[in-house]
């Protein structure tokens, strides 16, 4: 199949000046924006929508100008971990007006857009079957108007939720070429290690791109009795040490974490002596330390 960029003629649509153009309003927006930083992981609900949510937080606690992309366009998860699930987008002459969180977050997402709780994104196209052909594409086209219609004005870090698979990280990278960073998201357990390892290699080895750390969440529970840690997943508990070298940290599996993201309140600041609020501010604080900032 021949790309848009390859065709011969576009049947009036001027579909290559078009891309250009929403393309060089995406590299305009991200000169103002630092550094950018893809969360990713091959296996999916591992947490990554959860980690990219409380990471931001964590973030802007620090002081920094932070902003998340929900690339999840067909299962949109931050508007609501964010707490502005209710807020209505404000257009300018200049872009879309990112929704703001309490702390002072700036999240765009499909979720925002969709008019129903239970709407799924549909593609237009003549049937749902050419729609599922041409998904991918369309998916990318979105996300380049997602980052480049946004007034994100300055800002110090912008993270990307993506959706599970290895296979999405180049898309990312095509629209977003200097990507600062990929952060891994696994649990501990093997059939996730299997795959994620998958994630390494793509985001590493095949497209090259900064690998800031991998983050092993739901790495252990603490016991509401003893006050030990118990393993969650795998009795031995065993941290693969294939990751030794880029592990970022271990955050324990917390219910109230899980409450915080269904309510949309900030975890970190609601519970800030807990072992997972450590974790995840000093997994942000060695992002400091990648970025030199
Ligand atoms: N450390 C944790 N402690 C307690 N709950 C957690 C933790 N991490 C994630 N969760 C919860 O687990 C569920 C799945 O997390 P999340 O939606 O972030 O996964 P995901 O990897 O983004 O999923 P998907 O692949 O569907 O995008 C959510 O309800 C979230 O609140
Ligand atoms: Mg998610």
């Not at 002081?63 to 257009?91: C, F, H, Q, W």
């Not at 990751?243 to 519970?271: A, H, V």
């Amino acid at each position: 199949m021949k790309s848009y960029k390859e065709l011969p003629d576009d049947a009036g649509s001027n579909i290559i000046g078009q891309v250009t153009a929403q393309a060089n309003r995406l590299s305009k927006r991200l000169s103002s924006v630092k550094h950018t930083i893809a969360v990713m992981s091959g296996k999916g609900g591992v947490g990554k929508s959860a980690i990219t949510t409380n990471l931001a937080t964590a973030l802007t606690l620090k002081g920094y100008s932070v902003g998340i992309v929900d690339a999840d366009i067909n299962g949109p998860s931050i508007a609501k971990m964010m707490g502005v699930r209710n807020i209505t987008l404000e257009y300018t002459k200049s872009g879309i007006l990112p929704a703001t969180s309490l702390l002072g977050t700036k999240i765009i997402s499909m979720d925002l857009l969709l008019a129903e709780d239970d709407a799924p994104v549909m593609w237009n196209a003549q049937t749902q079957k050419d729609a599922f052909t041409w998904r991918t594409t369309m998916e990318v086209g979105a996300l380049r108007e997602f980052i480049g219609d946004t007034e994100w004005g300055d800002l110090d870090y912008l993270l990307l939720d993506l959706p599970p698979g290895s296979d999405r990280l180049p898309n990312v990278v095509e629209l977003i070429p200097n990507l600062g960073g990929v952060v891994v998201v696994t649990i501990p357990s093997e059939v996730s290690h299997l795959i994620v390892k998958k994630s390494i290699t793509m985001a590493r080895d095949i497209l090259k791109v900064p690998m800031i750390g991998v983050v092993e969440n739901m790495a252990y529970y603490v016991c509401k009795h003893c006050g030990e840690p118990e393993p969650l997943f795998s009795p031995q508990n065993t941290p693969d040490h294939v990751f030794d070298e880029i592990r970022l940290g271990r955050i324990p599996f917390d219910p109230k974490l899980s409450l915080s993201n269904d309510s949309g309140t900030p975890y970190l600041s609601e519970y800030p002596d807990t072992p997972a609020t450590k974790a995840i501010t000093e997994i942000a604080h060695k992002i400091q330390n990648f970025f030199n900032t």
